[in-house]
């Protein structure tokens, strides 16, 4: 199993300060896992059930954040994701921090600071839009020009 990316790592960060609430720590997760959820990049767990939720996710009803602490208890392995995700997010992950920081956190103070807000969420979905078209072009066969 390839985990990705876990809240726990960011809570025994420096930069994660002790007066901001412990969910700051999946705001960047969760707002991935909800692009994947909406572009159907998400897997299925074995004996699980995560239609409820996930649909939860796509009407907006709970973040990703939230979807991540209550349903994955805080981690992300490539393995939740499905076949297309898996390998976008082995293509990507290591750089959506990056991405992540220059969209939403550069006047912050951490990246922590980041609200967990649609607007913050809809920002990122476009910058993982284009990663995932620029992704998907690369993987084209030479021979497919379409």
């Known amino acids: 199993m390839t985990k990705l990316d876990d809240t726990s790592w960011h809570l025994s960060s420096e930069e994660f300060s002790e007066d901001l609430p412990e969910e700051n720590s999946a705001t960047h997760i969760g707002m991935f896992v909800a692009w994947a959820i909406h ?26 954040s939230r979807f991540v602490l209550e349903q994955c208890d805080g981690k992300l392995f490539s393995e939740m994701l499905n076949e297309k995700g898996a390998l976008f997010a082995g293509w990507y992950y290591d750089h959506y921090t990056k991405d992540y920081q220059c969209t939403l956190a550069q006047d912050l103070e951490s990246d922590y600071h980041v609200s967990d807000t649609r607007e913050n969420y809809e920002r990122m979905a476009g910058v993982l839009s284009a990663k995932y078209k620029k992704f998907t072009l690369r993987r084209k066969p030479w021979w497919k020009f379409w």
């Open 39 to 64: 572009n159907d990049l998400w897997g299925e767990i074995p004996g699980g059930d995560w239609a409820g939720p996930m649909q939860q996710v796509r009407k907006h009803e709970i973040s990703g």
